[in-house]
């Protein structure tokens, strides 16, 4: 499972705190379980047990996504329509048609639970409601955004509802657009990511408007990511950033970006190194040294084709930021310590 996809069951896992010690210990007991890529049909039919019968909402919630992202046999549709109709749980209920959809039942009868769900204060159930309300109601787009939020949870799911509201990518393009620009930070972070896996002009431009507003760190992350996914059209764009203000939220981002860009950028670092613009140089610091940060990661491999070609390239910076550590401005020499420092754990 990665990492996207794992956020709703490690977010579960971490509220285990606050819940009773039966309902922690249930949830932290069937976790391995939930987790599970792929999984027997007996395994699938614990996990809809452990749906049907437990009582907190962490383990309802947690099963409840598990199940949509791995669906049961069509043999249990039968036992979660009794859910639907008989369970006086609205969370269970809620998910129990969102399992059915994700099985390719689309009953208008379940169209009065998810809109319910769509009303309510939780963003997650918001979205997985409005994943299975897309298969039931595909001509109505009032909620493509929850959809395009959906995107954080469960990656699969909200390709497949989008495909039942989008007619094109140019018309599912517009509905990203769209989610970039809301208030909510977390569904510009959803439309971030999601922009980020599309690898067209459109969505990297796109990323780059994004790039040049954005302060709040978490969506910065995924648009930087996503700008990193698709350096071919973005490594100039964020090259030439890095003369904004250091201290600013923007020149985060563009950092970050060329640092999540490993080895593609270490040319553009070595010549920011020793630009005339103090700026330039205290943002290419910061860009080596988050670009050793995402080099020791255990996933580099997702940013890198080649670990050990990038990591080279990377030293190669080390004279240059010695430089600057030695000559430079107070701001100078700290960010370039703290990128050499950075290098040197990368290497140990």
């Known amino acids: 499972m990665t990492k996207q996809t794992n956020v709703l069951l490690l977010t579960a896992l971490l509220a285990l705190t606050a819940q009773p010690l039966s309902a922690a210990t ?11 890529n792929r999984r027997t049909a007996a395994e699938n039919q614990q996990v809809l047990t452990v749906f049907r019968t437990a009582k907190d909402p962490d383990t309802v919630f947690a099963a409840g996504a598990s199940l949509v992202k791995t669906p049961p046999a069509k043999a249990q549709e039968t036992a979660l329509l009794n859910l639907v109709m008989r369970s ?3 969370l269970k209920q809620t998910f129990a048609a969102v399992i059915l959809t994700s099985m390719g039942q689309a009953y208008d009868e379940l169209s009065p639970i998810l809109q319910e769900a769509l009303t309510g204060k939780d963003p997650a159930l918001r979205a997985y409601a409005a994943g299975g309300y897309a298969f039931i109601n595909p001509q109505d787009d009032t909620h493509a955004s929850e959809t395009v939020r959906l995107y954080i949870f469960d990656p699969a799911f909200a390709q497949r509802a989008m495909n039942q509201l989008a007619t094109d990518a140019k018309q599912q393009a517009k509905f990203l657009k769209t989610a970039s620009t809301a208030e909510d930070a977390q569904l510009r972070a959803a439309a971030a990511a999601w922009l ?4 067209t ?28 996914k698709n350096r071919e059209a973005t490594l100039d764009d964020a090259v030439k950033e890095l003369r904004r203000n250091y201290n600013t939220p923007q020149a985060t981002t563009y ?32 860009a080596a040294a988050y670009m050793a940060g995402v080099l020791s990661n255990p996933d580099a491999f997702t940013y890198s084709s080649d670990r050990t070609f990038d990591i080279g390239l990377l030293k190669s910076l080390i004279p240059a930021l010695t430089l600057r550590a030695k000559t430079g401005s107070d701001a100078e020499k700290t960010h370039a310590e703290n990128a050499l420092r950075q290098i040197e754990k990368l290497m140990e």
């Open 255 to 286: 950092a970050l970006a060329l640092g999540f860009m490993t080895g593609n950028a270490a040319d553009a670092l070595r010549r920011g190194l020793a630009d005339k613009n103090e700026n330039v140089r205290i943002n290419s610091a910061r």
């Open 88 to 90: 006086d749980d609205p």
């Open 196 to 199: 980020g896996t599309l690898h």
């Open 201 to 228: 002009q459109d969505a990297a431009k796109q990323l780059l408007k994004m790039a040049k507003t954005e302060k709040d760190p978490q969506v910065a992350t995924q648009i930087a990511t996503g700008l990193a």
């Open 26 to 36: 249930a949830l932290e007991t069937a976790l391995p379980l939930l987790q599970k």
